[in-house]
């Protein structure tokens, strides 16, 4: 155990200041997270530096499609998290098995350097529930020349984002749409705009380059009023060229209603005016390429174990257009306009 970060007391209890569930957790308790207890009037996380996780991977398969196209990964990740599933909470015993081996966050980035990983992404499991290991690793593989990347729920409070957005580089966000009463249902989560105001904040403050991942789920959010609301929000708050990655909710079938689904939400992506929108249907003969949007020439191709690009400083090799690329550690402004 290591005492966590981001809480204070609060009467008898400790309130926890990490995510957006805010728990507010009794001697001897967890929040619902699972991870973070109060023990003796500290809060303790659980699971820092257990690694339970750990693989070298291609950046398009966590999946990044604008992000250091081509270059591998060393994708972790642990136990727990606060992004509860329609079928209920976490079970709170976790088997021996699933709490890994500890990896000091020096020894994470020896890895990666010895594996020829491009950089490091936090994948597995929510990487914000990880906070207290996450930080000391993103500032150290930022030092040593890594890329630093996260696939999350987005459903952090600020101040743990400000602490990494620095040392951060990239940023795929799960949003499944617009309404407080979906995530109610979906996830258990009070409010979804934090969500939203999260990931606009790693985009414009910190910098961080963003794709956004929606599930589709039959009959949930899979209308066409709210995939109409998630791709307006996309083009007005992050940018037209903003990826928009769409796939079928994890035991969805791609039937007839799947591909209807999918190639709806696609039709609502063009609508809104969005530059990059990719649908993935679970087969891995179908390839997710990327094509200009201005001249239509295919720019990035990408087919198993063999990514190509035709892009000259992330933009398209033949008309000049901006794909928005990021291929460096260094932050530059943000092109996603």
């Known amino acids: 155990m290591r005492e966590a970060a981001l809480y204070h007391q609060d009467k008898d209890r400790l309130f926890c200041e990490l995510c957006e569930y805010r ?17 003796d009037g500290k809060l303790y996380t659980l699971n820092y530096a257990q690694v339970a996780t750990a693989q070298l991977i291609s950046v398009e398969r966590i999946p990044f499609y604008h992000f250091f196209p081509a270059t591998r990964s060393l994708a972790v990740g642990s136990w727990g998290g606060n992004g509860h599933s329609i079928h209920g909470f976490a079970d709170p015993t976790i088997p021996a098995e699933r709490l ?6 020096d020894k994470l980035v020896d890895v990666a350097i010895q594996q020829r990983a491009r950089g490091i992404s936090w994948v597995y499991s929510e990487p914000i529930i ?6 000391p690793c993103v500032k150290l593989a930022k030092s040593r020349g890594l890329f630093t990347s ?10 743990p984002l400000d602490q990494l957005g620095h040392y951060l580089d990239g940023w795929q966000v799960e949003i499944l749409g617009l309404d407080d009463h979906l995530y109610r249902i979906m996830r258990r989560a009070p409010r979804y705009q934090q969500i939203l105001a999260a990931t606009e904040r790693a985009q414009k403050q910190w910098k961080v380059h963003v794709e956004v991942s929606t599930p589709l789920y039959a009959g949930v959010n899979d209308d066409s009023a709210n995939l109409s609301q998630i791709a307006e929000w996309i083009r007005i708050a992050l940018g037209k060229r903003t990826p928009w990655q769409l796939r079928l909710a994890p035991g969805r079938a791609l039937d ?8 709806r939400a696609k039709e609502m992506g063009q609508a809104a005016g969005l530059d990059f929108i990719y649908l993935d249907t679970g087969d891995p003969n179908v390839p997710i390429n990327t094509r200009c949007p201005n001249c239509h020439t295919l720019v ?38």
Do not use: M
Request: glycine share 8%; hydrophobic share 35%; charged share 25%.
């Open 130 to 135: 990880w906070f207290e290991y996450l930080l």
């Open 256 to 263: 007839a209603d799947g591909r209807d689904a999918l190639e």
């Open 300 to 337: 990035i191709s990408r087919q198993p174990n063999d990514v190509r690009a035709n892009l000259t400083l992330g933009h398209c090799g033949v008309c000049d257009y901006d794909i928005n690329i990021r291929n460096t550690i260094f932050k530059a402004e943000v092109t996603a306009r």
């Open 100 to 105: 890994g081996r500890e990896v000091a966050p």
């Open 150 to 159: 996260v696939r999350t729920n987005g459903f952090l409070t600020d101040d």
């Open 23 to 39: 728990c507010r957790i009794a001697p001897g308790h967890s929040g619902a997270c699972r991870v973070r207890v109060n023990e």
